[in-house]
């Protein structure tokens, strides 16, 4: 009896659905278009917001579903809706698009899809059928309107994948990632040129079956990418696959680097492109830290990493040297780098290197002594020195401003008076002639030039550096400006030595002895070593002792010649500059010359040598040199003395009273006696030298920065 009634109960349901089917059936989609062509009909969701229920009938009419009754979509109509007050359901696409026949089982594809399991989870936003392929206004995706055809594709997609709201919502990993598709060579050759062979969005992720990266068998999965990438390009696949980097990938090691990890996944822009190289080397860093460190020491290195994108390719990147996507190793002899291909690596920038030019090291590492000992030990030897000259002369500064200090507060009155009466003096004395001090401004605007130029480059990691490279112009630009602060140097270098010369055989040709007739050496002698000489003599050393017994109360303060012991130090570190300085920049301005008889790693060791003793000049000449001529209380805050060349009879008597007695002595006070004009164009010369005093302070700053953010850091 129970049976029977179960049986009864399953026919009447059954009968139930076939008649509520076959009423659906009657509906004709003119009956629905009787309501859904009014553009006004509406419905609100349970979120609350408002949705349209308008159908375009002409839209539809030309849709791919123009032949399709409306519920065939909308399968849960009855012929009592809307009387029945039940909302319909969403269309399903289900009914027809789950079979092999029917659009490679796209349905099934979307429910594994991270779009489809997202909306399985609960995730009302995750793209539906709809969302992509439009609703009653649905086309081929071989049509030009479709909204899914190839060139509109990727601004379906930038619906929700540059949604602020879905991208925070839903933790989409890359919300950025549209905008930097559509600007991307990828972006631009589809969208602005209409080449439709440039790939859109479905070619990478896949169609309806579009997966996370981190399943295996998705199209963006690490392992899959170079596939990927290699069904548009085929031959830089087959490269990649034999070099080192695809090996790696090959045996399953994930360190190897795919497509994606140097041109990026969705900002893929063209190699030729500045900004690409100067990428580049970032990109290859996050693998080989070590390498990029020490590249980053080098030239090529500082100067890509303060380089504009639009002149960086005059740089040696890493590409340029190890290959693209051929990456080898050198020992492998097809590399770039194997002992038979390496010269010509070379020479694809330096046209004339020659096999000793391969030898230059760009990845070395000064502290590391075993593998680079020259480097190491030059190292060595100019931190000692760099650590030492300040060290020394720091200590000296400091006793001498203690002793100033000292002095001025014990009778600051006094102090003043006499610092004002040596400026305002009316008897002046030539100390400096007009010759010297026009060889003195060279060596002041050259060797700015050559700070402002070089000093970015050794501190290339510090934002003032970028920026002042920026106003520069660039490598290119600095590098110019470099090479002409240093032909600069060699010029007054050169005209110094020609004046000494001429002045030296002046000195010989004078001392004929008018009783005898003979030629006597003496005043020859003096020209080279006597007083007014500027090489150094006992008398010096004498004075520096007596002056450090001065500056702790030890003796009176004593008195100098012409020049005193700082002055011809500084003047013999000009000699010390120019010939290390010059000579390690020549070897770096002529690398292929200088390889040719020596060997490559020269230009290592060149490097060490230029920006050290670059940094000990520069430092020295604004710390030490500065305080010794400017920063002393006597002078500050300037003595003016190299641009009128004048020195007061009061200062002469409380500074120089040696050279002053030697005159008065010699009968000479007179030919040094010069008639005040100085005041017709003081105003100009202090402009000047406030200009280029000022300009080595900020330089000193900045160096200082720099200098404690890397110890820092």
């Not at 695809?246 to 500045?274: F, I, M, S």
């Not at 060699?490 to 002895?513: E, M, P, S, T």
Request: hydrophobic share 40%.
């Amino acid at each position: 009896m129970a049976g029977a009634l179960q049986r009864i109960c399953l026919c009447v349901v059954l009968l139930s659905a076939l008649t509520a089917r076959l009423g659906a059936a009657d509906i004709k989609n003119s009956d629905c278009l009787l309501c859904h062509e009014d553009q006004t009909l509406t419905k609100t969701n349970a979120a609350g917001k408002t949705i349209s229920l308008f159908v375009d009938a002409a839209k539809f009419t030309g849709s791919v579903h123009k032949s399709n009754a409306c519920v065939n979509c909308h399968s849960d109509l009855t012929d009592k809706h809307p009387d029945d007050n039940i909302p319909a359901k969403p269309a399903t696409c289900v009914g027809c698009h789950e079979t092999p026949s029917n659009h490679e089982i796209a349905v099934q594809e979307y429910t594994a899809s991270i779009h489809g399991a997202s909306h399985a989870q609960g995730a009302p936003a995750a793209a539906t059928c709809s969302d992509c392929h439009g609703k009653h206004d649905m086309l081929s995706a071989k049509h030009h309107a479709s909204p899914v055809f190839k060139l509109n594709l990727p601004t379906t997609c930038v619906a929700c994948h540059s949604n602020a709201v879905l991208a925070e919502q839903y933790r989409i990993k890359y919300p950025e990632a549209a905008a930097q598709y559509l600007d991307s060579i990828h972006g631009r050759a589809l969208l602005k040129l209409g080449l439709i062979v440039a790939p859109s969005c479905n070619d990478c992720h896949g169609v309806h079956d579009i997966k996370r990266s981190a399943i295996p068998s998705s199209p963006i999965n690490k392992a899959n990418v170079a596939k990927t990438c290699g069904k548009c390009h085929v031959k830089v696949e087959e490269i990649y696959n034999q070099s080192v980097h695809g090996q790696l990938l090959a045996k399953g090691d994930k360190r190897g680097p795919v497509c994606t990890d140097c041109h990026t996944a969705h900002e893929v822009e063209t190699p030729r492109n500045g900004h690409f190289k100067m990428a580049s080397d970032r990109r290859c860093g996050k693998c080989h830290e070590d390498r990029l460190t020490h590249y980053r020491d080098t030239y090529h290195g500082k100067a890509m990493a303060l380089g504009k994108p639009n002149i960086a390719s005059d740089v040696a990147a890493c590409y340029d040297c190890h290959g693209h996507h051929d990456v080898l190793p050198p020992s492998n002899p097809q590399s770039r780098l194997s002992q038979t291909n390496v010269l010509a690596t070379c020479q694809q920038c330096h046209p004339g290197a020659t096999i000793g030019f391969t030898k230059y090291q760009p990845h070395a590492n000064p502290l590391d002594r075993k593998n680079y000992p020259a480097l190491h030990v030059t190292f060595v030897l100019m931190t000692a020195l760099l650590v030492g000259v300040f060290a020394f002369f720091g200590a000296h500064t400091l006793a001498w401003l203690y002793r100033t200090a000292y002095l001025y507060l014990h009778d600051s009155k006094k102090f003043r008076e006499a610092k004002i009466q040596t400026q305002v003096d009316d008897e002046w004395f030539t100390r400096f002639e007009p010759f010297e001090r026009f060889l003195h401004f060279l060596v002041v605007t050259s060797f700015l030039l050559l700070v402002i130029t070089g000093m970015p480059l050794k501190f290339y990691y510090t934002d003032w550096a970028k920026l002042l490279f920026g106003i520069i112009g660039g490598a290119e630009s600095a590098r110019a400006l470099h090479r002409f602060g240093a032909l600069i140097t060699f010029l007054y270098f050169g005209l110094h030595l020609v004046a000494l010369a001429i002045k030296v055989w002046n000195g010989r040709a004078a001392v004929r002895d008018p009783a005898s007739g003979q030629f006597r050496f003496k005043r020859f002698w003096d020209v080279l070593f006597g007083p007014d000489s500027m090489v150094p003599n006992l008398q010096d050393w004498r004075d520096f002792i007596a002056h450090n017994r001065w500056f702790f109360g030890k003796g009176p303060k004593p008195q100098f010649d012409r020049w005193t012991y700082w002055e011809r130090f500084d003047y013999f570190a000009v000699f010390w500059g120019v010939a290390i300085i010059g000579l390690s920049g020549l070897i770096m301005w002529y690398p292929q010359v200088f390889s040719r008889f020596m060997p490559g790693w020269i230009i290592n060791i060149a490097l060490i040598v230029h920006s050290d003793e670059a940094l000990l000049a520069a430092g020295f000449i604004f710390t030490i040199h500065f305080f010794n001529t400017h920063f002393r209380l006597e002078k500050f805050p300037m003595d003016t003395v190299i641009f009128s060349g004048r020195i007061s009879r009061t200062e002469l008597l409380h500074e120089r009273k040696r050279w002053y007695d030697r005159l008065v002595a010699e009968g000479r006070l007179e030919e040094h006696r010069v008639k005040d004009e100085w005041e017709r164009w003081k105003t100009i010369a202090r402009s000047f030298g406030y200009l280029f005093f000022g300009v080595g302070v900020i330089l000193l700053m900045l160096i200082a920065y720099a200098m404690i953010s890397r110890l820092t850091h």
